[in-house]
């Protein structure tokens, strides 16, 4: 997919790994609409990128769809979508306070997986029905935010790591489901990264993190995770995959 002139959304854009795809498609030359819950920080990284920033709880139907049109009538139908919005409060199933609220698992769900899906679907739906952009018949690219705690989930992260299974699931369905109109469907599977997310960690923790990683032994950089997204959008044979990008990091089990 070429990024020139390109209409690419990117949910969770306001902050940490989504601010920087949002920046590094920018200075692609694409046209970003940053979807974000937080309306402040979404515009206020829009305008240092010359984008359009929209208020958008992902896990609305209206809401999503709402910010989708407003994207759609200022930059065309976007031919890119980048799912990032998530959150990750720790919670053990059962903790001293007693066995974990359903509402709390529930939330952590309907924000990483359910608004996952939900973008994706009605980002999709408008792909689908655009002109093909390439000789190969594509139409659209869809990224989406896993992580390695699909795969190593620890204690305190039962809701989490299922929302992130969850996501890593759908890639290839919906992969299967698009291809014969040209939309590709990946997902990250970050390890640890520095963002705002992290540095709500004491330092010290977060150093202990970033040795954790067998190499590079630090935590990733955001502009690591948008060249990441860069390439899955330019590489076409990408398609239906979930890549790890977490410098060989294995979570151990506490
Ligand atoms: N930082 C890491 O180490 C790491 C590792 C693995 C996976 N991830 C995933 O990457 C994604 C981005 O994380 P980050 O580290 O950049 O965090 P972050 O907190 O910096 O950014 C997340 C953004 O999502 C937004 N958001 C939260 N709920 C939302 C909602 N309902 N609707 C719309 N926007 C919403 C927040 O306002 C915020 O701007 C998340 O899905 C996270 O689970 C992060």
Do not use: W
Not at 228 to 251: F, H, K, P, S, T
């Amino acid at each position: 997919m070429e990024l020139k002139g390109t209409a690419a959304i990117v949910t969770g854009g306001a902050s940490g790994l989504g601010a920087a795809t949002a920046r590094a498609l920018a200075a692609a030359g694409a046209k970003v609409a940053v979807l974000d819950v937080n309306a402040e920080a979404a515009r206020s990284v829009a305008s240092e990128i010359g984008g359009l920033g929209l208020e958008c709880d992902v896990t609305g139907d209206e809401a999503a769809r709402a910010a989708i049109a407003s994207a759609r009538e200022a930059h065309g139908a976007a031919r890119v979508l980048v799912n990032c919005a998530g959150i990750g409060p720790p919670g053990r199933a059962v903790s001293r306070r007693g066995p974990l609220p359903l509402d709390d698992f529930r939330k952590i769900i309907e924000i990483n997986l359910i608004g996952t899906f939900n973008c994706a679907r009605l980002a999709a739906a408008d792909m689908l029905e655009q002109d093909s952009v390439n000789d190969d018949g594509e139409r659209g690219v869809i990224v989406n935010t896993s992580s390695v705690a699909a795969y190593d989930g620890q204690i305190g992260q039962p809701a989490y790591a299922a929302s992130k299974g969850g996501i890593a699931s759908l890639t290839l369905p919906l992969a299967r489901e698009f291809a014969s109109r040209g939309v590709r469907v990946m997902t990250i599977a970050p390890g640890l990264f520095a963002t705002p997310l992290m540095f709500s960690l004491p330092e010290e923790a977060q150093k202990a993190l970033g040795e954790s990683v067998p190499f590079p032994s630090r935590l990733g950089d955001a502009d690591e995770y948008a060249s990441m997204v860069l390439y899955i959008c330019e590489n076409r044979m990408l398609n239906g995959e979930v890549v790890r990008l977490d410098g060989a990091l294995r979570m151990a089990p506490r």
